[in-house]
Nanobody, 124 residues
């Protein structure tokens, strides 16, 4: 099992940048794929990006391609989401989640362990 804690959220103006971190406990963290997801009140959770166990494969939802970059440092048990060119529509609570399943996917159904979330607010 793995426990996840997100950090790095905050308030930023449109066009600005933030870097989210997802710190994991558990010595087998390097076995997990990790995804970032976001949710706003009244809307369904949206997949944002995912990275496989080694960091060699990444997936992005279309709306963040070219603006967000997901990466991981297994030595530090941490996954990052670098967010550039932020837009007001990126405002949400951002969650990281971990998956041990064989299929590498952006689908949130594949992720079994979730953090508590960090708020990102982008002002126009």
């Amino acid at each position: 099992q793995v426990q996840l804690v997100e950090s790095g959220g905050g308030l930023v103006q449109a066009g600005g940048s933030l870097r989210l971190s997802c710190a994991a406990s558990g010595h087998t963290f390097s076995h997990y794929a990790v995804g970032w997801f976001r949710q706003t009140p009244g809307k369904e959770r949206e997949s944002v990006a995912a990275v496989n166990w080694s960091g060699g494969l990444t997936l992005y939802t279309n709306s963040v391609k070219g603006r967000f970059t997901i990466s991981r440092d297994n030595a530090k048990n941490t996954v990052y989401l670098q967010m550039n060119g932020l837009k007001p529509e990126d405002t949400a609570v951002y969650y990281c989640a971990a998956s041990l399943r064989a299929d590498f996917t952006l689908s949130d159904h594949a992720y079994d362990y979730w953090g508590q979330g960090t708020q990102v607010t982008v002002s126009s």
